[in-house]
């Protein structure tokens, strides 16, 4: 069965929300010189499995019914899969049709041995007592197919849309010598030609909410480089799905964009980029030429845009409203809250802005680019990251654990705990299916409060520096923060203190 590598852009405009005008992009691109184009309109059903690893789903073209299964390989990335497809055609009896696909192959008994209890709707109980799934409804499809020779790389381009999802373009290709070079040539050629992005995974593709991190469960048994591209796709999943949710609002809606990126998006964003710049100093050795040229540098230009935007925040909504219920005038603050706020939505409009921007399209695209790659090798000598994981894990606590006392330490030093902290909090949340429960409990949720104490004595020297930037500041107002600032590291190192005194030492289960 032939392995495929695929790429999926999802679009982020269209003057008249079809795919016909992002059609009439793609027939600019290069690639897609001389290839005709063929449309079709089909309607497509999910059928659920409860089987990892596998899609099945039932499409209706021009009467005639064809059973599909896909078997994706490895952990699943954003933007990238690797897969095998199955297809059989169906008759009338959907149910039979699915029992006969179950037996077709060797490999589809196990996913699609019960797959026909979730075909038709009704109570009516299956043969070992229990209530069938209410089927997903049938969701009409337009599609426009390319083949593609690209270097001797025979590549399917699809682009489709329906009424449940935004137009995605998927560029396939058998997975042989060249392949992953094809597709990812030709999405570079259609992100600087036509309006489309990397896709988020399918579960926040349309999600207009901020997506928070996922909790991760890697299996004992995956290998250190396995471990590394799961962590690295979910953080990617967080990174691309509160992207997208703001994107996804620019298909035909230029207006709808601006309201689309609120406090919460720009926080997550920031997240995913802290936890991706942690989980790169969790595994050193893994960074390696490319990633330095091709990633890094774009990665810390977005990283500091997200970063002021950020502080912008905090320092608009928390910090001065707080200066300000402490007066005993709240309304000198007034003017200078506003001034900040305008400061915020100019911070705020260069992220929408990037965000838009071909140079963070192909950012992503060659983070997933290199990731993939990463994914398709192997260690020379592979060991399980358990053990890796305790090490990482001793090493990081012995940073925090081994301070002195906190109050004793000047401004920018207790700043490096706190990042000792915060880097030693994520570890634990990449690594808690190998962590004790009192270590995911307890030692995890002190380190979030020593990170929050410490960040608020940084959150204000942060504001003190802001503060004496802005020229409606008055010197009464700059020597406020000052003192506000000098208070709370006092207060927060003593607090930051007790709770790194009283936190017990992450273990990994002893069971592994």
Partial sequence: MTMWVEVTLQAIRSDDGSIGVLAEALQRVAAFAGATPRSTRLTAREIALKAPGWRLSVETLEGARTLCAVQTEGAPMPGFVRYRTFARPAGEDLTASLIEFAQADEALHGPLARAYRHV????????????????????????????????????????????????ALRLAAPSVNGALDAVF?????????????IAPDDEHASQAQPVHAAKLDLPRTATRRQAFVAIAASVAGQWFGNAASVAGQWFGNADASRAGLGDEHVHQLRVAQRRLKTLLKLFRGYVDDAWNTRVAPDLTWFGDLLADARDWDVFTDKTLPAYAESDDSAERWQALIAAADAKRRVARDKVRDALASKRY???????????????????????????????????DYRRIAHVPDLASLEAHERHRVRIHAKRLRYALEFFRSVTSRRTRTHTAKLLGELQTVLGEANDAAVAADRLASIPEASDYQRGFARAWGAASARKDAQEGERLLRSMRRPRVKASI
């Avoid at 399980?384 to 894990?393: H, L, P, Q």
């Fill in 120 to 167: 038709d709707a009704g109570t009516a109980a299956t043969p070992d007592g229990e209530a069938p799934d209410v089927p997903a409804p049938e969701v009409e499809v337009e599609r426009i197919e390319w083949r593609i020779d690209a270097s001797g790389a025979d590549i399917l381009a699809t682009l489709e849309t329906s009424v449940q999802a935004l137009p």
């Fill in 185 to 197: 040539r030709v999405a570079g050629e259609v992100l600087d030609a036509a309006p489309f992005c």
């Fill in 361 to 395: 399209a192909r950012l992503t695209l060659a983070f997933v680019e290199w990731l993939a790659r990463f994914a398709s090798q192997e260690d020379a000598s592979p060991t399980r990251f358990v053990s890796y994981a305790e090490k990482r894990i001793r090493k």
